[in-house]
């Protein structure tokens, strides 16, 4: 099961342990392989009020590292987080968007404060449990998608810097989500049937609606049609992504056919929500603006010497990679031209961009543009 068991002895490893079966597991290898293992467990939200797990991650922590016999170290990140993560995710939705705060909480936290703390503890060597890989080419480091692509976290990990890449360990990048599972249970770890975290941490179990509107005030406003005709009433466009259909509250028309009404658009100016029904023409894009564009290393070499360059493309986590072309626009931004039309692409959602399984970096989306077709036969 471990292969090159000596390949970190001696080595001081700085592990980000969550309190699941994933880091546990991480953790567990690495010390298998011979090398020093340090857990730190962060905090990184601190409202108790009864919908965070944080309490109980904090002692499954401790019992992991109790089982296995590691160190445990406990740091709460929650400052740093509400300023470089939250702050950001809020004025997302003030502006109409739809962000991703796992794509800054890497970025700012679990590779950038963790990293500085796991520093002073004298780690020589990051890990954590993320399903990803790094290959070292030439001395710089390259993210991979993890072999387990069901589980693939790349798309996450994508702003992270080489720099932070280089020095970081994923345990998990080769293995699959149910020998992960059987390696727990081998183990006898209390976490092995532990059910695996989802959606956003400091959200919890509760209704998304409910915890926007303890921080962001609700401004209702008209529902309407393409053609200016008003539907129905929303209750602020912050609770409402591009594609929704559920919670509309936006029955038939006379003069329409039986089909679900979705969200096409949000009018700021007039704090109007667009929708439209069945598979309309205005959920769908071929051509989008991102940026600003964060590479991981060196912008490719293909698109510095021909300024466009054949890539695939992901606009959310789940999606199949999706073939495009990409090329450089003014201000660090990247205009991305897809094969296929995409629906329901959302203005602060991020393109991920990859070259087989290689994640080449990203950046948030800005806005929807013109067909394609035209700029694509200039290329």
Same mark, same amino acid.
């Not at 658009?265 to 439209?276: M, S």
């Not at 054949?310 to 990679?321: F, G, M, N």
């Given at each position: 099961?471990?292969?090159?068991? +000596? ?5 001081? #490893? ?38 965070? *797990? ?105 702003? #992270?810097?080489?720099?932070? =890449? ?62 200016? *005709? ?6 602020? =466009? ?34 109007? =929500? ?58 660090? +931004? ?25 994640? =080449? ?19």
């Amino acid at each position: 099961m471990v292969e090159n068991k +000596n390949k970190l002895a001696g080595q001081r #490893v700085v592990i980000g342990l969550s309190g699941g079966v994933d880091s546990a597991v991480a953790a567990l290898l690495l010390k298998q392989q011979g090398a020093d293992v340090q857990a730190l467990h962060m905090t990184n939200w601190d409202d108790d009020d009864g919908h965070c *797990t944080a309490a109980q991650d904090l002692q499954d922590a401790r019992r992991i590292c109790e089982q296995i016999g590691v160190p445990l170290h406990h740091v709460n990140f929650a400052k740093e987080y509400r300023q470089n993560v939250f702050e950001h995710f809020l004025n997302e939705y003030r502006n109409g968007r739809t962000p991703n705060p796992d794509v800054l909480c890497n970025r700012e936290i679990k590779f950038g404060e963790f990293r500085r703390y796991a520093k002073r503890l004298g780690a020589a060597l990051l890990a954590t449990g993320h399903y990803a890989r790094v290959r070292i080419v030439d001395g710089r480091a390259q993210l991979l998608k993890a072999v387990d692509l069901a589980k693939d976290q790349s798309y996450f990990l994508h702003a #992270v810097s080489e720099e932070a =890449l280089r020095e970081t360990l994923f345990p998990l990048g080769e293995l699959r989500k149910t020998e992960v599972r059987d390696i727990a249970r081998e183990f006898c770890l209390h976490v092995s049937e532990k059910k695996d975290s989802t959606g956003i941490c400091f959200i919890g179990e509760r209704p998304f609606r409910e915890f926007l509107g303890n921080f962001l005030p609700a401004n209702p406003g008209p529902i309407r049609s393409v053609d200016g *005709t008003t539907l129905g009433q929303h209750n602020g =466009l912050m609770f409402y992504t591009i594609g929704q259909r559920q919670g509309l509250g936006v029955g038939g028309r006379r003069d329409a056919a039986e089909a679900p009404w979705f969200v096409a658009g949000k009018d700021l100016k007039t704090n109007a =929500l667009i929708v439209v029904q069945g598979e309309d023409e205005l959920l769908y894009s071929d051509h989008l603006l991102a940026g600003p564009v964060h590479w991981i290393g060196e912008e490719p070499e293909l698109l510095m010497r021909k300024g466009a360059m054949p890539c695939s493309a992901k606009v959310r986590y789940r999606q199949a990679d999706q073939a495009c072309l990409i090329r450089r626009a003014a201000g660090n +931004n990247i205009e991305v031209m897809f094969e296929q039309r995409q629906r329901a692409v959302a203005p602060g959602q991020y393109a991920v961009f990859y070259s087989g399984e290689r994640c =080449l970096g990203g950046a948030p989306v800005e806005r929807l543009m013109p067909s394609a077709d035209a700029l694509r036969a200039a290329v």
